[in-house]
């Protein structure tokens, strides 16, 4: 079974803090992605990667940044962490040339920023 | 600009009945669509898709019908179980291949009382 792993269930930070979240999948995915999800907005894509050292920006970018040094591993960065950034994480990983429906994601990171 | 939407936020139906969840989508190159359910505490889990040649995809108690011309996907679940209570998200992509974005809908949460 494919896992994707995120580091904390539950983070709290204070506003301006830098804030990383990190996500490991274990099954040599090329794609991995960070979405977040809000009440009434749903999933929206911020980043994602097809290959090691490699990003792109996805419909939200603006406020994070990512990292991806290593095939398994995806980080999220938040620079200086906002209220608005309170949200739910979710990280994701496919294999490329599959179809969407072998998307896999992680359980979460539910974030708060006071 | 929500490409894609679920307008009902929350759905109740009683155990047996069936449960019909509905999605629009405004974006004329979404070619594929697919339905992900996501419990509390666990990512999102892919669960069926229809391509815009077929019109109906099924898989045992669940099918998707897709109409086109109208933009408008439905998901019917029959007979709906309690265990079927999860927020159900709609999602579309330009192609079938991963690493094609996905753009998903609101969610709605579908509650299956015994």
């Known amino acids: 079974d494919v896992k994707v792993t995120q580091s904390s269930r539950y983070l709290v930070k204070r506003t301006g803090e830098k804030v990383f979240l990190e996500c490991v999948q274990d099954?040599?995915?090329?794609?991995m992605f960070w979405y977040r999800q809000d009440p009434g907005l749903g999933l929206r894509l911020i980043y994602f990667?097809?290959?090691?050292?490699?990003?792109e920006k996805g419909d939200i970018p603006e406020g994070y940044s990512v990292s991806r040094e290593k095939k398994e591993r995806f980080s999220l960065i938040l620079e200086s962490a906002s209220t608005n950034q309170t949200s739910m994480y979710l990280c994701?990983?496919?294999?490329?040339?599959?179809?969407?429906?072998?998307?896999?994601f992680g359980s979460g990171t539910q974030l708060s920023v006071l | 600009d929500q490409q894609v939407k679920q307008n009902s936020p929350s759905l109740s139906v009683q155990e047996g009945r069936i449960s019909i969840l509905n999605c629009d989508y405004t974006?004329?190159?979404?070619?594929?669509f697919l339905w992900y359910k996501k419990y509390p505490a666990e990512g999102p889990t892919f669960l069926i898709s229809?391509?815009?040649?077929?019109d109906k995809n099924e898989d045992g108690r669940f099918t998707v019908f897709l109409n086109k011309s109208a933009k408008h996907l439905s998901l019917h679940i029959v007979p709906s179980q309690p265990g079927d209570s999860a927020v159900y998200f709609c999602?579309?992509?330009?192609?079938?291949?991963?690493?094609?974005?996905?753009?998903f809908g609101e969610g709605t949460q579908l509650t299956v009382n015994p």
């Open positions: 999602a579309a992509s330009a192609y079938e291949t991963s690493g094609s974005r996905l753009t």
């Open positions: 990667s097809y290959d090691v050292k490699m990003k």
């Open positions: 099954m040599d995915h090329e794609n």
């Open positions: 229809i391509s815009s040649i077929k």
């Open positions: 974006n004329s190159m979404f070619d594929y």
């Open positions: 994701a990983s496919s294999l490329l040339g599959t179809t969407n429906e072998k998307l896999f």
